[in-house]
């Protein structure tokens, strides 16, 4: 079966831009869940998606948005970029389950990220 | 506020010996804990997890880890390390699904 996949692999943008990063989760899974992982840092939580709907969102400012569609694919988008967000970008799959324990306790894989370079 | 902490930031370890990487955690309720591995350029693979039950939880490459709920410890650990275990190890709790990752450590298995 296919994991997690993320498009484009890297990406070059300049300060000011925006930006779209997509991901594909693992055939059945229904929750999509975004991180930014900077350069000797642990991932950070953005985003989490289950259903279409968003469940969770990190400290990020609003510059940053994603959304889920029905196959269950999901974008995140960076406006106004700014060089501070040079980062590898994750996304996540799990199954996904309704209640904040079972979701808890959910794996979640990941793909292999977008590096994004703002220059 | 849920936390983990890794207090080392690399470990080094000779081919054939035993390792342990250290997390430790701060959570309100039940802890659910996770260990992730990175190789360079690549996403996190799922090593294991601690839900309940056994504190001594199995995973994928010969990784275990120990649940200690009195020292709120998680370390991973590996009976005989090979020169291949070398990468970046991150412990994670989850928080209604949130992922929260520790610093992260580096380990370095020489031949």
């Known amino acids: 079966d296919a994991g997690v996949t993320q498009s484009p692999t890297h990406l070059i943008k300049t300060r000011g831009q925006q930006v779209t990063l997509r991901c594909s989760p693992i055939s059945g899974h229904k929750s999509v869940s975004w991180y930014q992982q900077v350069l000797g840092q642990g991932p950070q939580f953005i985003f989490q998606?289950?259903?279409?709907?968003?469940?969770g969102r990190g400290n990020f400012p609003d510059r940053f948005s994603a959304r889920q569609f029905p196959n269950y694919s999901s974008e995140l988008n960076v406006n106004a970029l700014l060089l501070g967000d040079s980062a590898l970008y994750l996304c996540?799959?799990?199954?996904?389950?309704?209640?904040?324990?079972?979701?808890?306790?959910?794996?979640?894989?990941f793909g292999p990220g977008t590096r994004l370079l703002v220059l | 506020a849920q936390s983990v902490a890794q207090p080392e930031d690399q470990v080094n370890v000779a081919e054939g010996n035993p390792l342990t990487v250290k997390c430790t955690y701060s959570v309100s309720g039940n802890p659910y804990l996770f260990w992730y591995v990175q190789y360079p350029n690549r996403g996190l693979q799922f090593l294991l997890k601690y839900i309940t039950g056994d504190n001594l939880v199995k995973g994928s490459y010969g990784f275990e880890a120990e649940f200690n709920k009195s020292q709120t410890s998680f370390h991973l650990k590996k009976p005989s390390a090979l020169v291949s275990d070398s990468a970046l190890y991150f412990c994670a709790v989850s928080n209604t699904g949130k992922l929260i990752f520790g610093q992260g450590t580096t380990l370095q298995v020489k031949p």
């Open positions: 998606y289950y259903e279409k709907e968003e469940r």
């Open positions: 996540a799959s799990s199954p996904g389950q309704a209640g904040a324990i079972r979701m808890s306790q959910e794996t979640q894989y």
